[in-house]
């Protein structure tokens, strides 16, 4: 006992009390963090290391101390893709202000599940100052305003993705903006955009020609007018969605086969007046189209078979 007891004292006569496994774990995750912090920030720490950790890792890291605070900040000024949609209902409107505050670099920002909070008041600064954006995704952000698109629209002239789907604010107006300023636009999403009528979706096919990609679903206020506009003007459209827009007919689609030899996609779910004669040409373009073909083939073969063709509801 005496002995372990001067084995503990140091020249100066004192007593060293041994330190707990706790107590030892928080030095070691100290000096890690200090070896961490001495590495280069901008030549090693950013372009290597952080850029793996997801967003929401990244966010608890600042909560370390000031200087990983600080080392975050720099990290995130410099992140070219910024996705809220894992943590988007847990982050804090401050905290989204906060993170982009000094970024101007970005290219892709995605704020899908922000719904409950972002609002123009938190993206308007962000878009501003952020015009080589590519890809912006504000599906479902109900509390935006026309003030956003139009901010978009003025401010990220090389736009060629952007998700609008479920905002039933976008208008005429910010949609217009949008093809005036944006004509290099590769993809758009209008899904339930139910304020939009043929002369705003027409006017944005004359404007971008580049259209690959295009959703106008759940919107009844589309018509062949719409459909026939962007197959004569976006001749190189691969994907189009046209689910539960129920005034549209044969005729558009039989346009758009005429006009848009690399139509890989088309969704006319729930468009009734439409047909199997307008979508067989499509079919045989080995077009991926989400109505299954009638089953006459197999009625035919049934009735050879069992000597009549029984009755079965091909609209189920």
């Not at 100052?129 to 003030?147: E, F, I, P």
């Not at 609008?164 to 339930?192: N, P």
Request: neutral net charge; aromatic residues 4%; hydrophobic residues 40%.
């Amino acid at each position: 006992m005496a002995a372990s007891l001067d084995s503990a004292i140091h020249c100066s006569g004192k007593a060293e009390i041994p330190a707990s496994p706790a107590h030892v774990n928080c030095c070691h995750c100290l000096h890690f963090s200090r070896c961490l912090l001495d590495l280069p920030w901008e030549d090693v720490l950013v372009p290597h290391i952080l850029c793996y950790l997801p967003l929401q890792h990244l966010v608890s890291l600042q909560r370390v101390s000031k200087q990983f605070q600080s080392l975050i900040q720099v990290y995130l000024a410099n992140r070219r893709t910024f996705d809220l949609s894992p943590i988007g209902p847990c982050i804090p409107k401050e905290a989204f202000c906060t993170m982009l505050k000094d970024n101007k670099v970005l290219q892709n920002l995605s704020l899908q599940n922000c719904s409950d909070w972002v609002t123009d008041q938190e993206l308007l600064p962000v878009i501003g100052q952020n015009q080589h954006l590519q890809k912006v995704d504000m599906s479902g952000c109900a509390w935006l305003t026309r003030h956003s698109l139009v901010a978009v629209s003025l401010s990220c002239m090389h736009l060629q993705h952007l998700g609008l789907a479920h905002c039933e604010w976008v208008d005429s107006l910010s949609l217009r903006s949008l093809a005036d300023h944006c004509g290099g636009l590769q993809s758009i999403d209008l899904t339930a955009c139910r304020q939009l009528k043929d002369d705003a979706i027409c006017y944005l096919a004359k404007k971008c020609l580049q259209l690959k990609s295009l959703s106008l679903a759940v919107n009844a206020n589309v018509t062949d007018e719409s459909v026939e506009e962007v197959a004569k003007n976006c001749r190189g459209l691969e994907q189009l969605d046209l689910t539960g827009c129920l005034r549209v007919r044969n005729q558009s689609i039989r346009t758009l086969t005429e006009y848009c030899p690399k139509l890989q996609s088309l969704k006319v779910n729930h468009c009734h007046n439409v047909t199997e004669s307008s979508l067989d040409p499509l079919r045989k373009r080995n077009v991926v189209i989400d109505v299954e073909p009638p089953l006459q083939r197999a009625l035919v073969l049934l009735q050879d078979v069992l000597g009549f063709a029984p009755f079965i509801n091909l609209q189920i």
